[in-house]
């Protein structure tokens, strides 16, 4: 199995850019799909951003599609997300997710689908 811990998160200030980490122990990172969820205060946890294992193809929620960009290197176990032109309405805690197996749209977006979690980071938005 793959642990995953996040890093990056903070406080910042609307307009701010901010990347967060998702470095992987354990297991075969590179045969992981990755996504990227965040949950806010009294809400579910939503989806943010996707990152296929081999390709890298990348997908995004229509709330950070122009804002947000996932990366990965696999050959230091680690997924970025790149957060730029950050609001208030960006905070949450944000958490990286493993899944083993391809998912289409709209099961990418589903966290019952994945596999394996990281203990999440904050990112405070202030306006």
């Known amino acids: 199995q793959v642990q995953l811990v996040e890093s990056g998160g903070g406080l910042v200030q609307a307009g701010d850019s901010l990347r967060l980490s998702c470095a992987a122990s354990r297991g075969t990172f590179s045969t992981y799909y990755i996504g990227w969820f965040r949950q806010a205060p009294g809400k579910e946890r939503e989806f943010v951003a996707y990152i296929t294992r081999d390709t890298y193809s990348s997908y995004y929620a229509d709330s950070v599609k122009d804002r947000f960009s996932i990366s990965r290197d696999n050959a230091n176990n680690t997924v970025y997300l790149q957060m730029r032109s950050l609001t208030p309405e960006d905070t949450a805690v944000y958490y990286c997710?493993?899944?083993?197996?391809?998912?289409?749209?709209?099961?990418?977006?589903?966290?019952?689908?994945?596999?394996?979690w990281g203990q999440g980071t904050q990112v405070t938005v202030s306006s």
């Open positions: 997710a493993a899944d083993p197996i391809y998912r289409g749209s709209p099961h990418r977006a589903r966290p019952e689908k994945y596999e394996y």
